[in-house]
């Protein structure tokens, strides 16, 4: 009985062993996954945007990672910021802002006619002195006083103005918008102006800025207001992940990628919900079967991702074989001495 005992025990490391080679095989030819990367260090990187200066990141990314000394101390350095109201003040009476606060100024200006009566009596005066204007910031104003009846599209007129003052605007985009305007092509002008709404009533006039920066066309400036409203920290995304990163439809698998900040959000885009060893058909069968708690799964599966790489692989499979043929031998010279006994 210990003879079978030592052989079956044998056989069984054996098949262990070759059972993990051929697990690590597989696992690199359909690889790679999320769970094998680090996390993203968000509150390092949250203290080094605020060290530089940048106290703007350094709140979106102590957000993100929910570091909360970072965002407190990045909280502390924003409201210091001294001069508010004159900031708004240069905001409102300008349409431009020095930071996201006079920035948030300027655009609710924009958002009642004061604005765009402001910007195109400026660009007028401009005109008749033989100065340089901007179309795009007339035709806009002139968009904003004909479309004048829903918030959102007011915020995405003073949006998209405030855009075309920071430079968030490509060429492209702006010339559509000039075309529209001039063919008083009205109803796609307010489908614009609707999305461009959206992304700044969600996200914020500053923030808003930014993402315009992600879209060319209409079609494009949809796509991104759809992600800005579906998706957690959105401006994280499109920043690592540019255009193709508005194209994520899967909250649950884009904030699995983002916690592993730019290399997760583009393995994401890469391999889709293959990114995911958890969502593969093994994985999730044995979730349901033998292993009834997900999250548990998710960290050792992660665990075993990150340390099962071919040295170790190699170095616990010759031993797992070794002791296994060693168990192998030891029963088989045991069965062959109890045999040379009994025929003598």
Known sequence: MKRLLRRLLG??????????VGAKVWLDQDGPYLEALPLFPYCSTANSALAAGDVHDAIMLAEAGDCQPELAEAKREWDA?????????????TGRGEDAFGLGCATLSDVVVFGDVRDLTRQGIAWLRGEETDEVLAALSAAGIA???TPQVDAGVALLKAARRAG???ERFAGSLVKLVRERAWRPLAGMMTDAGRVSLEVGPAQATRALAYADDAAELATVATFVERMPRPLLGLRWGGKGAARLNDPDLYAAGLLR?????QLVMERGAKALLTRQPLIVAAAKSLWKNPAALAALVAFVLRWLTWPWVGAVAGVLALVGLIYLRSGRRRGRGRRTAAST
Request: glycine share 14%; hydrophobic share 60%.
């Open 168 to 170: 968030a605007i490509s």
């Open 11 to 20: 056989i069984g490391l054996v098949v262990v062993a070759l059972a993990l």
């Open 81 to 93: 910021l001294g001069a508010r109201a004159r900031r708004c003040l240069t905001g409102v009476w």
């Open 261 to 265: 900040g730019p290399n997760g959000v």
């Open 147 to 149: 479309l004048t009846f």
